[in-house]
C-alpha cells in the first residue's frame, strides 16, 4: 500500500535552516507529482510546494518563495524540502502528500519548530 514517512524536523533557531525528506513506497513514484503542506496549530492545512513528477515544475506559496526549495530523487522515491531563512510562522507539522489513482494519502508529519 502507499506510505509515505517524513522526517528531518526539529527545533531551529529564527533564521536557520532545515531540511525534510519524505520516502515513498508502494506506487510508481516517478509517475507522479509531489507536495508538502503544513499544518500550524489552530491553523488550516496549507500548501506549502508542488513538484511534478519529473522535477521539471514546482510551486511555491507566497510565504515560502525565495526561501524554501522542493527537489526529489525518483531513483530514490524521495521528495525534499529545503527550508532556510526560517521564522517562527514557519512553525507548524509539514506533511508529504500524494494524490495516487485519485485519493490522497499523507504521511504521519514531521514538526518543525522555529523559536529562540
Known amino acids: 500500500q502507499v506510505q509515505l514517512v517524513e522526517s528531518g524536523g526539529g527545533l531551529v533557531h529564527p533564521g536557520g535552516s532545515l531540511r525534510l525528506s519524505c520516502a515513498a513506497s508502494?506506487?510508481?513514484?516517478?509517475?507522479?507529482?509531489m507536495r508538502w503542506y503544513r499544518q500550524a496549530p489552530g491553523k488550516e492545512r496549507e500548501l506549502v510546494a508542488y513538484?511534478?513528477?519529473?522535477?521539471?515544475?514546482?510551486n511555491y506559496a507566497d510565504s515560502t518563495k525565495g526561501r524554501f526549495t522542493i527537489s526529489r530523487d525518483n531513483a530514490k522515491n524521495t521528495v525534499y524540502l529545503q527550508m532556510n531563512s526560517l521564522n517562527a510562522e514557519d512553525t507548524a507539522v509539514y506533511y508529504c502528500?500524494?494524490?495516487?489513482?485519485?485519493?490522497?494519502?499523507w504521511g504521519q508529519g514531521t514538526q518543525v519548530t522555529v523559536s529562540s
Open positions: 513538484i511534478s513528477s519529473t522535477g521539471g515544475t514546482t
Open positions: 508502494g506506487f510508481t513514484f516517478n509517475n507522479y507529482p
Open positions: 502528500n500524494a494524490v495516487v489513482h485519485v485519493r490522497n494519502y
